[in-house]
T-cell receptor, first 112, second 117 residues
Framework: GENVEQHPSTLSVQEGDSAVIKCTYSDSASNYFPWYKQELGKRPQLIIDIRSNVGEKKDQRIAVTLNKTAKHFSLHITETQPEDSAVYFC???????????FGKGTRLSVIA | GAVVSQHPSRVICKSGTSVKIECRSL??????MFWYRQFPKQSLMLMAT?????????EQGVEKDKFLINHASLTLSTLTVTSAHPEDSSFYIC?????????????FGEGSRLTVL
C-alpha cells in the first residue's frame, strides 16, 4: 500500500519568511496530492491540492510542486504570517474511491 | 464545498460502555466514507472504509468487532466503539467524497473527541 513520508516534523520561521514542507510517496499509482492545515482540535482543512497531470500549482501565497519521477511533492508558503501557524499534513491517493494516506504532519510556527 | 457533519463533537463515557458516532453527508451522496483516528500530536490514521449497503473494510490492526461500522444509506455512516476502554480515547474523524467524483477532494466531518474514563 501507499506510504507517505513528511519532513520536517517541526518548522519555525520568522514572519515574512518562506516555509517549505516536503513529502515523498511510494505508490506510483497515486495521482492526487492534497495538503491540509489543521488547527488544534479542529478538522483538517484543504488548502491546496495537485493532480499528477501538472507539476506546479499556486494559490496566492501557497504553492505546491510535484515531481512524479522522484515521487515527491512540496508545499511552499511565502510571506508567512502568524496565522499560518498550525499543523500541516500532506496526503496521497490513487484513482477511484480510495482513501487518503497522510504524512505524519509538520508543526509550523511563525514567529512574529 | 460539500458538507460533512459529524456528531457528537465530544463524548465522555465510562469504561465498558459503547459510544456511537454519526457521520452525515449533508448535500451530496457518498457511497464510501472513511473513518480516521487521530491520537494527540499524531497524524490521521485510516481505521476503515465504510461502504454503503455492504460490509466495511478494516485496516490491519483495527478490530472489526470493537469498531462497528454501519453505512445504511448514501448519506449516513455510523461508528460504534463497543466496550470502550481508556486507550480508545482519541479524536475520530469521518470523511467522504461525492459519489462518482473519482479522485476528488475529501470532505471531513468536524471530528468527535472521545474520552473514556
Amino acid at each position: 500500500g501507499e506510504n507517505v513520508e513528511q519532513h520536517p516534523s517541526t518548522l519555525s520561521v520568522q514572519e515574512g519568511d518562506s516555509a517549505v514542507i516536503k513529502c515523498t510517496y511510494s505508490d506510483s499509482a497515486s495521482n492526487y496530492f492534497p495538503w491540509y492545515k489543521q488547527e488544534l482540535g479542529k478538522r483538517p482543512q484543504l488548502i491546496i491540492d495537485i493532480r499528477s497531470n501538472v507539476g506546479e500549482k499556486k494559490d496566492q501565497r501557497i504553492a505546491v510542486t510535484l515531481n512524479k519521477t522522484a515521487k515527491h511533492f512540496s508545499l511552499h508558503i511565502t510571506e508567512t504570517q502568524p496565522e499560518d501557524s498550525a499543523v500541516y499534513f500532506c496526503a496521497a491517493s490513487s484513482s477511484g474511491n480510495t482513501p487518503l494516506v497522510f504524512g505524519k504532519g509538520t508543526r509550523l510556527s511563525v514567529i512574529a | 464545498g460539500a458538507v460533512v457533519s459529524q456528531h457528537p463533537s465530544r463524548v465522555i463515557c465510562k469504561s465498558g460502555t459503547s459510544v456511537k458516532i454519526e457521520c452525515r453527508s449533508l448535500d451530496f451522496q457518498a457511497t464510501t466514507m472513511f473513518w480516521y483516528r487521530q491520537f494527540p500530536k499524531q497524524s490521521l490514521m485510516l481505521m476503515a472504509t465504510s461502504n454503503e449497503g455492504s460490509k466495511a473494510t478494516y485496516e490491519q490492526g483495527v478490530e472489526k468487532d470493537k469498531f462497528l461500522i454501519n453505512h445504511a444509506s448514501l448519506t449516513l455512516s455510523t461508528l460504534t466503539v463497543t466496550s470502550a476502554h481508556p486507550e480508545d480515547s482519541s479524536f475520530y474523524i469521518c470523511s467522504a467524497r461525492e459519489a462518482g467524483a473519482g479522485t476528488g477532494e475529501l470532505f471531513f466531518g468536524e471530528g468527535s473527541r472521545l474520552t473514556v474514563l
